[in-house]
C-alpha cells in the first residue's frame, strides 16, 4: 500500500451509505458445474471529496459460494493517479484493487461512454497488473489484474475470496489521496461465478 494512502486509513471506515440492491443478470451454467451472475448500481454518480474516502455498497441477495470474483468500475479525475480503490466484502475482508495508478486527465472506463456504459474490470486472470502503469498516463479499459495480485500467490487479489458466501453486502471504497481536486464515481459491477448453495 503505497504511503499516501496509510494517511488516509482512518477515513477508509467510512459510513455505511445507502444499499443499492442491484437488478442481478444470470448466465448459463458454465465449466466444473459453477453459475454465473453480475449485479450493477447501474449508472451512477458519487462525489469522491479530495483527501477524504467514500463507499457505495451493493447488495447481493443470492446464495453460493464464490469460484471466481471479478469488479468492474467506472470513475472520473483530473489526475487518476490520486484515486484508490478497495473492495470489502460482506465479513469485511478487504482487497486492494488500485492506488497511485495512471497520470494525469486519464479515468477508469471510457471517458466517451459515461457510467456503466464502459467500466474497468479488475480480474485476478488477466494478463498485465494495474501497477504496471504507475505514472503512466492511459484511459484504464482493463482487464488488469488487482494491486494486491501476487504472481505464483494463487490466494491474493480477488482469489482471496474464493470459497466465501456471495450473499451479504458488499462495498467498494473509493479514496481520493492528494489535494486539489476530487473525482466521481460512476459505476460499480461484480461478477460472480459460484456454487448455488443446496
Not at 13 to 19: F, G, Y
Not at 58 to 68: Q, T
Not at 143 to 169: I, V
Request: hydrophobic share 40%; charged share 20%.
Amino acid at each position: 500500500m503505497h504511503t499516501r494512502i496509510a494517511r488516509l486509513a482512518p477515513a477508509l471506515v467510512v459510513p455505511a451509505l445507502a444499499a443499492t440492491v442491484a437488478v442481478a443478470t444470470a448466465a448459463p451454467a458454465n465449466a466444473a458445474g459453477a453459475e454465473e451472475f453480475t449485479v450493477s448500481t447501474g449508472t451512477i454518480v458519487k462525489a469522491i471529496p479530495d483527501q477524504d474516502a467514500v463507499s457505495q455498497a451493493l447488495v447481493v441477495k443470492k446464495a453460493g459460494k464464490i469460484k471466481d470474483l471479478n469488479v468492474s468500475l467506472a470513475a472520473e479525475h483530473n489526475v487518476i493517479a490520486d484515486l484508490s480503490f478497495f473492495l470489502e466484502s460482506p465479513t469485511g475482508r478487504l482487497v486492494h484493487l488500485t492506488s497511485g495508478n495512471g497520470g494525469i486527465g486519464d479515468g477508469y472506463g471510457s471517458q466517451k461512454v459515461d457510467g456503466c456504459g464502459s467500466t474497468t474490470t479488475f480480474n485476478d486472470e488477466a494478463d498485465v497488473n494495474v501497477r504496471d502503469f504507475e505514472g503512466v498516463n492511459t484511459t484504464f479499459s482493463g482487464p488488469y489484474q488487482p494491486e494486491s495480485r501476487q504472481l505464483n500467490q494463487p490466494t491474493t487479489g480477488l482469489s482471496k475470496l474464493d470459497e466465501t458466501k456471495t450473499r451479504g453486502a458488499w462495498k467498494l471504497i473509493a479514496a481520493d489521496t492528494d489535494e486539489l481536486a476530487g473525482g466521481k464515481l460512476e459505476c460499480f459491477k461484480l461478477n460472480f461465478k459460484y456454487n448455488p448453495a443446496n
